[in-house]
């Protein structure tokens, strides 16, 4: 065994669950019994490691802000004291906590891997014991100063990923990041593309329960539902449009209430559609016509960062304008400005 050290923070999710009557379901005290007998944590390469079960074990559709909270916590908690931090958790909202947790934890200079499986650990032909023992390797030998996701011999960032898969075991996807590490019979690292390591320690950026929403645009939307959206009292929206980020230039009453909404301080974000590649709001009329009323782009972003990094800007002190800018700039790797 080596000298390192590697928290692992279990949240719940399939890797841990056993089968019911009522499916699969998260059952306290198990997996941490099956993981502190694994074998191969008896092999010299493999570092202490340490499990936390929280409390409440949950299929991830359950997680809140405040489970994110909760996480971030307990990482800072332990951080002088592991060399690396596994957040076990459900694939479904997998994405959304890996992006939040990369805004939340500021001046991050370990490794935060986020992994779990698409079968449980119980089951004969489980993904879970290669995500878990590949992410405890790599979370004790690497230097990988940030929030990552694990699965199926990929190391992505956190933020750039996206569930592409509801039963594959290629089930997430980086469509506009390359992954920082490939691992085959060899581990490789793309050094080149890691964040840099901060020299500030770290602290913790809550994230509240903002009023945001999400909402994709579809050939006959109404400009109702958007009208009875903005009543709502909502601070940020994300708009899913088409393409590089198109939506209805003919329609008026659309247009007028975003430059409404935008007037009256709702910070609307522009977010393709499209699994791959970006907005671009220069590229046709249908574009622009959202950029005169206002709306930012989002640029490359995925829709789970776009709406974590929005809920995290509005849950802190920043201006409006301070928002507008810091939604458009790459905070944690999260986006490439692909024009203006
Ligand atoms: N429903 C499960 C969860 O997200 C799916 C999984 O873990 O793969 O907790």
């Known amino acids: ?17 056993k089968p019911s009557s009522k499916g699969f379901v998260p059952e306290s005290g198990y997996f941490t019994e099956q993981i502190s007998r694994l074998p191969e944590l008896a092999y010299p390469d493999m570092p202490e490691i340490h499990i936390h079960e929280y409390e409440n074990i949950i299929d991830s559709s359950n997680i809140t802000p405040n489970d994110w909270y909760q996480i971030s916590e307990d990482i800072k908690a332990h951080y002088q004291d592991f060399d690396g931090f596994i ?29 779990g499986s698409q079968i449980p650990w119980s089951q004969m032909r489980t993904d879970a014991r290669d995500n878990l023992i590949t992410s405890i390797l790599l979370a004790s030998q690497y230097d990988i100063p940030e929030v990552s996701l694990y699965f199926h011999n990929r190391l992505y960032r956190g ?24 691992v085959g019979s060899s581990i490789q690292v793309n050094q080149n593309i890691l964040l840099t390591e901060p020299r500030k320690p770290l602290s913790i950026n809550r994230i509240s329960e903002p009023k945001v929403v999400v909402l994709t645009l579809f050939p006959g939307f109404s400009s109702d539902m958007l009208k009875a959206v903005l009543k ?14 198109n939506a209805p230039c003919n329609n008026l009453a659309f247009l007028q209430l975003l430059q409404e909404a935008n007037d009256q301080g709702v910070i609307i974000v522009n977010c393709t559609q ?31 960062a776009t709406l974590t990094k929005l809920s995290y800007l509005l849950s802190s002190d920043y201006s409006l304008q301070t928002i507008k800018q810091k939604m458009q700039t790459s905070l944690k790797g999260e986006l490439t400005r692909i024009s203006n």
């Open 274 to 304: 499209c699994l791959k590649g970006g907005v671009d709001m220069s590229s046709y009329e249908t574009g622009q016509k959202l950029q005169n009323v206002g709306v930012i782009s989002g640029y490359d972003m995925t829709p789970e």
């Open 87 to 115: 957040v076990l958790h459900g694939t479904d909202t997998m994405a959304y906590t890996a992006s939040a947790l990369s805004f939340m934890l500021e001046d991050l200079s370990k490794p935060v891997i986020v992994t």
């Open 159 to 182: 933020n750039r990923t996206r569930k592409v898969d509801a039963s594959g075991f290629h089930a997430f996807q980086s469509p506009n990041f390359p992954a920082l590490v490939k």
């Open 1 to 17: 065994m080596t000298s390192k050290r590697v928290y692992i923070a279990y949240t719940g999710g399939t890797i841990g669950m």
């Open 232 to 245: 709502s009292g909502i601070q940020g929206l994300v708009l899913m449009t088409y393409g590089m980020g």
